[in-house]
């Protein structure tokens, strides 16, 4: 049972536009969330993260939104570039609780950003 | 420099062979993982180590082995009876594994597996 959600495999964007990745999770205990960003044939690198305190987080071109009364969170960029063309993972884990520590990731979505 | 080493960068197995992927980290961590990429289907975890000589199975551990000797290493075991390997392999490890800290994974470069 997927309890991390990105319900959109791929995103296409103009460079210079904004892009929205979406994810949803079902699990009430994940406090802390983060995206990755992943290029073919590389490991995922970290790009954000937020912890459930906070409702945004912001590094440079890239934001981070929590809801958490909606289980939702999503990440913005901007301005989109096309170095920015990857697979995202959002991912979730509780601080608490029998699987401390441990990441759960969604499907990831493609983002293409053409010039 | 540290970081996380995945060896070999492609790997192929000959039906009925278990084959062993390498992962070693100079990072200092605790906690070791190991997931398993395959189009359209995300990271699923196989396996993860939160200290040395202690593991725990993930959500598709079947045909898979992990020893946890030393600190700084995690190897995983495809066996004969995963049937379906083929896919990209991750290796993860984060500093702490059994203390309540918001930390993030950081990933080895992957290593593709592949069946002949």
């Known amino acids: 049972d997927q309890q991390v959600k990105q319900n959109s495999p791929s995103l296409s964007v103009q460079e210079g536009r904004i892009s929205i990745l979406n994810c949803d999770y079902t699990n009430s205990m994940f406090d802390y969330f983060l995206w990755y960003k992943k290029y073919p044939a590389e490991g995922p690198t970290f790009l954000i993260s937020?912890?459930?305190?906070?409702d945004k987080n912001e590094d440079g071109r890239f934001t981070v939104f929590l809801n958490k009364s909606a289980k939702h969170l999503s990440l913005h960029i901007v301005p989109s570039q096309p170095g920015d063309s990857a697979v995202y993972f959002c991912a979730a884990s509780a601080q608490r609780g029998s699987t401390l520590g441990r990441l759960y990731f969604g499907r990831g979505t493609q983002l293409t950003v053409w010039p | 420099d540290g970081g996380i080493t995945q060896s070999p960068k492609y790997l192929f197995r000959k039906e009925g062979q278990n084959v062993t992927l390498s992962c070693e980290q100079n990072?200092?961590?605790?906690?070791m993982y190991w997931y398993r990429q395959d189009p359209g289907q995300g990271l699923r975890l196989i396996y993860y180590?939160?200290?040395?000589?202690?593991?725990q199975k993930g959500d598709i551990a079947e045909g898979y082995s992990v020893s946890r000797e030393k600190k700084e290493s995690f190897p995983l075991t495809v066996t004969s009876a995963q049937k379906n390997p083929t896919a990209f392999y991750l290796c993860a490890s984060k500093l702490s594994g059994t203390v309540a800290v918001m930390e993030k994974l950081f990933f080895g470069s992957g290593t593709q597996l592949s069946v002949l």
């Open positions: 937020i912890s459930s305190i906070k």
């Open positions: 180590s939160q200290i040395v000589n202690d593991f």
């Open positions: 990072l200092n961590h605790d906690a």
